[in-house]
């Protein structure tokens, strides 16, 4: 349900969804299934990963806002980003 909600977001300037640009490193569920926790990898400088090494700020942002609004829609209550390299928690 929710990979394939990410499966609809494309990678900003680029014909990927999000999983295809592997920027999704994990998802948690919540035993009530109203809060989600995504584990992204944006963050980290990868010079060998086109997608990573051209990852802007807002390109990060247009990312988490996208992904909000798509899980918001299908009624999760609580969305939590979090880069999987730092801890980073996106607001």
Known sequence: MI???LKEIE???TD???LEAGIIEKINLSN??????I???VVRLDVTCRIR???TIPIIDSIITAIKTKLSRMGFEEI???DADTGFRYT
């Open 3 to 5: 990979e394939n909600a």
């Open 11 to 13: 990678y900003p300037g």
């Open 16 to 18: 990927m969804n999000l």
């Open 32 to 37: 009530d299934i109203k809060n989600v926790m």
């Open 39 to 41: 584990f992204l990898r």
């Open 53 to 55: 090494r051209a990852m």
């Open 80 to 82: 939590y980003l979090i």
